[in-house]
């Protein structure tokens, strides 16, 4: 309360938090969602870190307090989280039904559609890069971003696809480090990104002369797609 003198939103912030203490127990868990995005939201932008020795920058909020979208009630949210985190049969129909009614407009689903991008069924996870988080649009950028490793496996080359799905201002330092550091399936999953500008031609030439299979097939479809001379004169030798 006393920090809520200076900002605003932190009164809001301990107001919701005694109103939990008076909630019953059917509210309570929402009422404690409402509260836990809240208090995200504040770290990222109202939030301060002072370290000794440690020079001070700027900070950048990852989104604005308007971006945030809590219009569904946990109990909607429930089914949809439970998909995308469980094993069970049955989880593509619930997921698809919950797009379909906007549940994954809300932003308390970000970080379980960004999880299930290690799931194991391989449909579901094709789903959610091709066609879920496209629809989802820029705000799941920073969700992303912050799950993000330069690790060689499957689960981050799809949530790399996904930040380029969503042309994310973050790619062109990403790409040069999963090309610099050479990860084959962070490459493979870069090369239609390097396919949309010429000047990538000789890299994707370097490419389909690569050992890895894969790699050098990508290569080819994306010299084709961008008319590459080069590419045509390599293939056809």
Do not use: C
């Not at 407009?105 to 091709?130: E, F, N, Q």
């Not at 690790?151 to 981050?156: K, L, P």
Request: hydrophobic letters at 40%; proline letters at 5%.
């Amino acid at each position: 309360n006393k920090l809520g003198e200076k900002a605003p939103v932190l009164s809001k912030l301990a107001k919701d938090v005694e109103e939990l203490a008076d909630t019953d127990a059917q509210q309570s868990p929402e009422k404690l969602m409402s509260i836990s995005v809240l208090l995200y939201s504040i770290l990222y932008t109202q939030g301060e870190a002072v370290e000794a020795g440690v020079e001070e920058k700027p900070q950048t909020p990852n989104f604005s307090l308007d971006e945030v979208n809590t219009e569904f009630s946990y109990f909607q949210l429930k089914p949809a989280i439970e998909a995308l985190t469980t094993s069970n049969s049955g989880r593509m129909e619930l997921i698809k039904e919950a797009h379909e009614k906007g549940v994954f407009k809300d932003s308390r689903t970000y970080m379980y559609v960004d999880k299930a991008l290690g799931d194991k069924y391989a449909d579901l996870t094709h789903w959610i890069v091709t066609t879920l988080i496209p629809l989802i649009g820029e705000p799941l950028i920073p969700v992303l971003l912050k799950s993000f490793d330069y690790a060689d496996t499957a689960e981050e080359a799809r949530r790399l696809k996904a930040l380029i799905q969503l042309d994310a201002p973050q790619l062109p330092e990403i790409i040069e480090k999963v090309i610099t550091e050479r990860i084959p399936n962070l490459v493979l999953a870069a090369i239609p990104y390097l396919a949309k500008d010429a000047k990538n031609e000789d890299l994707l030439l370097e490419f389909a002369k690569d050992k890895q299979k894969d790699v050098r097939v990508d290569a080819y479809f994306a010299l084709r797609d961008m008319q590459s001379a080069k590419g045509r004169e390599y293939m056809v030798s």
